[in-house]
């Protein structure tokens, strides 16, 4: 992985299911995991076509260095806004990761 090419700032957060609030009902949130450099890399049309379906989503795919704990229940802050992590894909033997995202609606 080339680090020149990692020209992005993103926060990968994972979920956190384990706050109680004063009633004592568990409410969800999400902690920052890490703030790491990433690129941006284009989709093809196909796959953007396969992942969207017949939807407005916003599909984006970052790449990444290897860090342990990402998992599909997570979000990426990025530009302002939040992504949720649809798929992680190792690259190489834990060298690198790709992260497919969908723009999320409600953050």
Known sequence: MRAGKMDRTIRI?????GAVNDFGTP?????????LRAQIIQASTQELLEAQGATDDTVIIFRTRWIDGVTNA???HYDGGYFNIRETKE????KG?????????NE
């Open 13 to 17: 957060d994972t979920f956190d299911a």
């Open 27 to 35: 409410t969800p949130g999400f902690t920052p995991l890490a703030t």
């Open 74 to 76: 997570g979000r990426i």
């Open 91 to 94: 690259i190489g033997r834990r």
């Open 97 to 105: 990761m790709d992260l497919r995202c969908v723009k999320a609606v």
